[in-house]
Nanobody, 125 residues
Framework: QVQLVESGGGLVQAGGSLRLSCVASGRTFSTNAMGWFRQAPGKAREFVAAINWIGGGSTFYADSVKGRFTISRDRARNTVYLQTDSLKPEDTAVYYC?????????????????WGQGTQVTVSS
């Protein structure tokens, strides 16, 4: 089992920034990749960014956030971060951290094994 706890969400004006954090505990040595997803009201959960937990830490982004968001990891602290810059009102959503222990796609919700409780990000215009 892997437990994930997100923090760092909040209310910010358009153009602002937030840094989301996700701390993992439990069987973290089994983690293959970590990802961030988001879900806006009435919409499906969607991929935001992912990072390989082992090796060089390759990163992957949704086109909608490329160039504005940055995912990073601190393996010593079992923590993954999502730096969100140049925020837009359409970025408003609950942001979820997820861990994948099996091989699979970075982009698919169903390929992740563990999820955090989510943190709300609200961007005002």
């Amino acid at each position: 089992q892997v437990q994930l706890v997100e923090s760092g969400g909040g209310l910010v004006q358009a153009g602002g920034s937030l840094r989301l954090s996700c701390v993992a505990s439990g069987r973290t040595f089994s983690t293959n990749a970590m990802g961030w997803f988001r879900q806006a009201p009435g919409k499906a959960r969607e991929f935001v960014a992912a990072i390989n937990w082992i090796g060089g830490g390759s990163t992957f982004y949704a086109d909608s956030v490329k160039g504005r968001f940055t995912i990073s990891r601190d393996r010593a602290r079992n923590t993954v971060y999502l730096q969100t810059d140049s925020l837009k009102p359409e970025d408003t959503a609950v942001y979820y951290c997820a861990a994948r222990v099996h091989s699979g796609s970075h982009y698919r919700v169903g390929d992740y094994d563990y999820w955090g409780q989510g943190t709300q990000v609200t961007v005002s215009s």
